[in-house]
């Protein structure tokens, strides 16, 4: 009979909550301009916090998975679990630094604006005076220098929470039996990467209403808000966990 009190592993419950707070604090690093920024009226990538950062997310799922194939299949030591959050943050990085990057050029060269940001005189950054090329009753333009560095900082978190995630899920209850003669088992491999998602969409819709609207990143006034944020995902990201902790432990 299936011991359900030893299919709570805590370890796991933390490990998982931890993640979603990761990505809770990622999604507000990320520029999101919305509407607004899609006909170059505010600052950020003209899309959704939760589409961009869960196409970022996503994409660093994709690179642990590929790494932990090579390193967990007879379960992950610390060293390889750094390895696979490290795969997956990479992932996330170069996911949403080509994202921006692309919208930088089109806002460049294709509607004529230069990228500048409204919520500052300069850039924290690069020191550039930002406040007398922002068009009358706009919001700022494409993605200066501060918000570009806060997306990439944003892929990163984001994409070590959902791998941790993800190899955590792999491991819980008994990782010996996740190799099969044929292959992984493909029950532990659908249904971790099913609550990944899962995981890393409710945190990154948590975010986007703590939010509200749109973010240029770790300089925008909104960006405080975080703390109320870090609550709200520990909550939600502890009761994943204790959903789906069990059932993957149970499933051998």
């Not at 950062?53 to 590929?66: H, K, P, R, V």
């Amino acid at each position: 009979m299936t011991d359900l009190i030893g299919l709570f592993d805590p370890i796991s419950i933390v490990l998982i909550t931890i993640g979603g707070i990761l990505i809770g604090m990622g999604v507000h690093f990320i520029p999101v301009g919305g509407a607004p920024a899609a006909m170059a009226q505010a600052t950020g990538v003209g899309t959704g916090t939760v589409q961009l950062a869960a196409g970022a997310g996503l994409t660093g799922l994709i690179s642990a998975g590929f790494m932990y194939s090579f390193l967990g299949n007879d379960g992950l030591t610390n060293i390889e679990l750094i390895q696979v959050m490290v795969s997956g943050a990479v992932g996330a990085m170069i996911m949403i630094a080509v994202t921006m990057f692309i919208g930088q050029l089109v806002y460049v060269y294709c509607v004529g604006v230069p990228p500048v940001s409204a919520k500052v005189d300069k850039d924290p950054i690069t020191g550039d005076i930002q406040d007398i090329y922002v068009s009358k009753g706009t919001e700022g333009h494409g993605i200066p220098t501060v918000s570009f560095v806060s997306g990439v900082i944003g892929g990163l978190l984001g994409g070590m929470g959902g791998s941790l995630i993800y190899a955590i899920l792999m491991n819980a209850g008994y990782p010996e039996q996740i190799q099969t003669s044929l292959g992984p088992n493909p029950e532990i491999v659908a249904l971790a990467g099913i609550f990944s998602a899962g995981v890393f969409y409710v945190n990154a819709v948590v975010a986007s209403y703590n939010i509200g609207g749109t973010i240029e990143g770790f300089h925008d006034p909104k960006f405080k808000r975080v703390p109320k944020a870090i609550i709200c995902c520990l909550i939600a990201s502890l009761l994943c966990a204790a959903i789906a902790v069990p059932i993957m432990g149970g499933l051998i």
